[in-house]
Nanobody
Framework: QLQASGGGLVQAGESLKLSCVAS????????IGWFRQAPGKEREGVLC????????YYAEFVEGRFTISRDNARNTVYLQMNSLKPEDTAVYYC?????????????????WGRGTQVTVSS
């Protein structure tokens, strides 16, 4: 249903662009969120794009560094991550919301991608 890709190992200050390709549902009707989970920590919301492409920032520490976009023609959501820091190291997941609006609650999402590992070295 959701396939995230684009992760990798980068140095601090570098950039990565993650992609999330969706299938099996009416993509342009739903909000899509990006979440991340670092070892030993709970999964946390990062960014979300609503069905009308409005952006919601779930985490203050990514404002100004991360941006989200969606291409409804390609059923794809992107997460552009700039100025990466070691504390951004985590598995990044994309998830389909149950609605067209964004909500940071994990329970608000019913389909999850497998996740892609992002590792930032200092």
């Amino acid at each position: 249903q959701l396939q995230a890709s684009g992760g990798g190992l980068v140095q601090a200050g570098e950039s990565l662009k993650l992609s999330c390709v969706a299938s099996g549902f009416t993509f342009d009707y739903y909000a899509i969120g990006w979440f991340r989970q670092a070892p030993g920590k709970e999964r946390e919301g990062v960014l979300c794009t609503s069905s009308s492409s409005d952006t919601s920032y779930y985490a203050e520490f990514v404002e100004g560094r991360f941006t989200i976009s969606r291409d409804n023609a390609r059923n794809t959501v992107y997460l552009q991550m700039n100025s990466l820091k070691p504390e951004d190291t985590a598995v990044y997941y994309c998830a389909k919301s149950i609605a067209n609006a964004c909500d940071s609650a994990v329970r608000w999402h019913d389909y999850w991608g497998r996740g892609t590992q992002v590792t930032v070295s200092s």
